[in-house]
């Protein structure tokens, strides 16, 4: 045989050799931590009689885990619509929605 084919022979069997490292594992995801709930509350309202704008909106969050809250808003045709909800553990938002009709929450109008 010829040096050239030695050389062929040598350089398949280094090739075949040659153990490929497999790909690194990608890292873990990263895991989401299990704080308490924490105890919060907002209110906010908007009354602008001149534009016939009246909502609002209230809610609370206690250490437990259960949310109270509602909102207001006066609809174009004179209706009020007030909902109040409540939310805790796997209950869902469990609302309670009331309309007062001819609702004039700025007292007389002009």
Known sequence: M?????????????????QVSPAP????APQEENYPPMP?????????????LYFGANESGDAQGKVVGGYKVLHPDGRLMTVEYTVQ?????????????????????K
């Open 2 to 18: 010829s040096s050239i084919t030695w050389l062929a022979y040598a350089f398949v069997l280094v090739c075949v050799s040659v």
């Open 89 to 109: 553990g796997d209950s869902g938002f469990v609302p309670i929605i009331k309309f007062e009709q001819n609702a004039n929450p700025f007292g007389k109008r």
């Open 40 to 52: 919060y509350e907002y209110k906010y309202d908007v009354e602008d009689q001149e534009k016939l």
């Open 25 to 28: 594992a990608p890292a873990p």
